[in-house]
């Protein structure tokens, strides 16, 4: 084992000029994926974010007093798909529709008498709110529910349209990078075609050959896995104090910390097999002899 590993690492610096290339292309695809992950991770949360603005808004009976209206909001808490709500009284609506307006002169007359205690209700699922709607006209006290279900499933099918789009680019650099990188392992291995052949005609054993191979494509996988995930991060804080410094405050991007765990197993998984998987599959044919 101790000499598989040493000649497997000496490879690696007698051939450095296409070790240096099969890690940086290792290292390349993998950022351009990892790009594209982080953009459509930071576009779903955006949309979710609008998603958590699309409240539907509950309006009490103007017959009931503050204090049972106030009662209700258990009551609406338990309604399924609802995550929480938020108790409006007639003097904090009045103050919010009249500060919307420059001219308030106009509306100084209006009191707040006029209009209803009522509920921001939250939900989980923007998806559902029809039937959230539906479960809130049921309960008694509630005199009117309103819902903006065009927004609602505009952001459903918006949501839907990134996700989609999101797997099938994804899954297409993966693809494109997987036959890259293996084709590159494959030339690196096709310049060793007469030292395996040599090998192989003294004597030696396939698995006496392969192993050496094996760890020489191990190490290459991961480091350049590891190399485009120190790459991605750094470029991701880059653009992250970027937006910061520009106070962008339509826009908050996603922790990196958030998504760092999964896209490191992903990269370490992707590198392992495309350094392990590829030099066994480039070598089988150079091993007939």
Request: neutral net charge.
């Amino acid at each position: 084992m101790g000499y598989y590993i040493k000649e497997g690492v000496t490879s690696i610096f007698t051939h450095g000029l296409m070790s240096f290339a099969s890690v940086c292309i290792i290292a390349a695809f993998l950022i351009i994926m990892g790009v594209f992950i982080l953009l459509a991770v930071n576009i779903n949360s955006v949309i979710g974010e609008l998603e958590s603005e699309n409240v539907i808004l509950a309006y009490i009976d103007e017959n009931l007093s503050e204090t049972d209206a106030r009662a209700l909001g258990p009551t609406i808490k338990r309604t399924p798909n609802v995550t929480d709500t938020t108790f409006i009284t007639r003097e904090q609506a009045l103050y919010s529709f009249i500060g919307r307006y420059e001219n308030t002169d106009r509306y100084k007359n209006v009191e707040s008498s006029w209009l209803r205690h009522r509920y921001a209700v939250y939900v989980e699922d923007v998806a559902l709110i029809a039937e959230t709607q539906s479960a809130l006209r049921e309960i008694y006290g509630i005199k009117k529910v309103n819902a903006n279900l065009t927004i609602a499933r505009g952001l459903v099918t918006l949501r839907n349209v990134v996700s989609g789009a999101s797997v099938v680019i994804v899954a297409v650099l993966l693809a494109i990078s997987l036959f890259i990188m293996s084709n590159t392992i494959k030339l690196a291995t096709f310049e060793r075609r007469e030292e395996i052949a040599i090998m192989r005609m003294v004597g030696a054993t396939n698995s006496f050959i392969r192993w050496p191979f094996i760890y020489e494509g191990f190490i290459l996988g991961v480091t350049g896995s590891m190399s485009a995930f120190a790459a991605l991060w750094g470029l991701y804080r880059l653009v992250a104090d970027g937006v910061v410094d520009f106070e962008a405050g339509f826009m908050n991007l996603v922790p990196y910390s958030n998504v760092s765990l999964p896209i490191f197993l992903l990269f370490a998984i992707i590198g392992f097999g495309v350094g392990v998987g590829g030099s066994g599959m480039a070598l089988n044919r150079y091993l007939k002899v």
